[in-house]
């Protein structure tokens, strides 16, 4: 049953690239149907990327904020959700200057982060490049699990020997002379993460706090295994309407087709 009558439905442009995103747009189309037009846009970093059914994907960069204004006018979009990667801050302060310049109405989705317990042994600092410089402190054998940007942080590291996992291969590889690639994509489980990490005689892992489930599992392994985890401490939101779960995306989005 339609919300209310309208000229034409909201258009709604997701900044996506992630699974999150993905299941935001199911959401959405489940919950409002015909009262919303849907576009999701991928940076196109990820190779063979998986699609929710039925919703047009834009794929590239934009351009910086100019660019997100341009696509905004062209499209006629009504309101932007990031749902991009909680560490995608160029990109997340790009669509927020682009909004506040035009008054767009936007919702962050800021999934929580992973919380510490007393059985974990994390290591917080605040960037990759401070991780790199303590590594070879904490470790001689290190799974490199923060994603495929700034990588080359690590290069030239000779103390310690580098496991590198990412989706795809990195555009822009760095000289891996004392470690290895390793291409995979989740999400993992607890007892695949125990068996790489034993497997390769793993002492210690560096990552982002993403939160969510996918990739949680390396995080378990290591509290079960009692290995260090050095964790790049998370980024702030950006000065939008913040939204910690997928319900309060829907509530938004309700809130907003409902305001005319």
Known sequence: MSLQPAERPKHILIFGGTGDANRIAEDLMHEFGRDIRLQLSLAGRTSAPSLP???????GGFGGPEGIIAHFNRDQIDLAIDATHPYATEISGNIAQACHAVAMPCIQYHRPAWEQTDKDNWISVPSIEDAAKILPEVGTRALIASGAKNLHAFEGLEKTWLLVRTVDAPRD??????????????????????ELLERHEIDVIVSKNSGGGATFAKIEAARNLGIPVIMIERPGGEPVTQA???AEIIENVRSFIQQD
């Open 53 to 59: 059914d039925g919703v047009p994907v834009r794929i």
């Open 173 to 194: 590889p760095f000289d891996l002379e004392h470690g290895e690639w390793l291409f995979a994509r989740g999400p993992f489980s607890v007892e695949g993460e125990a």
């Open 244 to 246: 910690p779960s997928r």
